[in-house]
């Protein structure tokens, strides 16, 4: 199972499915993150965390523990 945690920068991947329950996912699924969508990893702060990715033509910077929250292939 790899997460968007472990996506390396430059690289896109699709997502397969959000673990989680209640606000925390409603929140990423807010965001825009939801099951089929691409989401490219821009960048990561130098200290590792938030990484900032692209997802529906908008930038986002998304926690580390919010991205492990996030499967994708």
């Given at each position: 199972?790899?997460?968007?945690?472990?996506?390396?920068?430059?690289?896109t991947?699709k997502v397969?499915?959000l673990?989680?329950t209640?606000?925390?996912?409603r929140r990423?699924?807010?965001?825009?993150?939801?099951?089929g969508?691409?989401?490219?990893?821009?960048?990561?702060?130098?200290?590792g965390?938030?990484i900032?990715?692209?997802?529906r033509g908008?930038?986002?910077s998304?926690?580390k523990?919010d991205?492990?929250l996030?499967e994708?292939?």
């Open positions: 199972m790899k997460t968007l945690r472990d996506v390396p920068i430059g690289e991947a397969v499915k673990r989680g209640g606000a925390i996912k990423i699924m807010d965001m825009g993150i939801t099951r969508v691409e989401i490219y990893v821009r960048k990561v702060a130098p200290l965390d938030p900032e990715i692209k997802v908008y930038e986002l998304l926690r523990a991205a492990e996030v994708v292939e």
